[in-house]
C-alpha cells in the first residue's frame, strides 16, 4: 500500500479519525478511536511537489470519482503537529460531545470531563466544519458548509449531487449523508496553506473504508 496509510474493513459505526502530518521531516501518523494505527510513519511524501491536499473533497476520493457511503459529524484541521497535550484536549472535546462514538480510556486526562475549551480557542486552527452550527450550513440537502475558523467553504452546486442533511442523528447532533453516487462537496484549495504543510486533522465520521493517505 502506499506510505503512510492505513486500510481496513470499514463498519457502520461512528469512529474519530486523526491524522497528523509534519511536512518538514516527512513522517505521519494515524489514531482510530484513540489508538495509533500508523502502519508506515515514514515516507509521507511531504518533500514531493506532487503532494496532496491540493484538492479536497467530502464524500469520495480523487475528483469526482471513489464516492462514499460515508457521514460527517465535525472535521477540525489545525496548521501544526499538535503535542500529545494538545491532541488529547481535542479528543476530550470530540468524545464528550460526540457520545456513543468512542469511549475514552481511564487514564485519558479528559475521561471524566471535557475540558473548558473550544478549537477557537488554538491559534493553529486552520479549519472547522461543525454539522451543528446552523449559521453555517444550510439543511435538507447541503449546497454550502462554511468554515468556522476561515473562509473555506465546501460546496455542490449540482442539486442531484447534494449530500443530506440528517438531524438528530448522533446524541442529538445532525450529520451530513453522503449516498454513494454523487454525493459530494469540494473545495479546490489546501485551507489557504502553502504546500507541504505541517498539519492535525480530526474527523467524527462513518467511512465507508478505512484510508489515510500521505502520497498523491
Partial sequence: P??????ESANDAFHLITVDVNGSTDQANVWLDLQNVTQYTNGANTSSDAHFPKYLQFGGSGTFSGYSTCEIGEFIAFNKVLSEEERQKVEGYLTHRWKQMVTLNPSHPYFSAPPVWSPDNEES???????NDSSTINTHFVKKWKDRA?????SQTELLKRPAFIENALNNLPL??????????????????G??????????????S???????
Fill in 176 to 193: 451530513i449523508d453522503f449516498d454513494g453516487d454523487a454525493d459530494s462537496l469540494e473545495l479546490s484549495s489546501r485551507f489557504g496553506l
Fill in 210 to 216: 478505512f484510508r489515510v493517505s500521505m502520497n498523491n
Fill in 150 to 154: 476561515n473562509e473555506n467553504e465546501f
Fill in 195 to 208: 504546500k507541504n504543510p505541517d498539519l492535525s486533522v480530526f474527523a467524527v465520521s462513518i467511512p465507508d
Fill in 125 to 131: 486552527l486552520q479549519a472547522w466544519f461543525d454539522a
Fill in 2 to 7: 502506499p506510505t503512510g496509510v492505513f486500510i
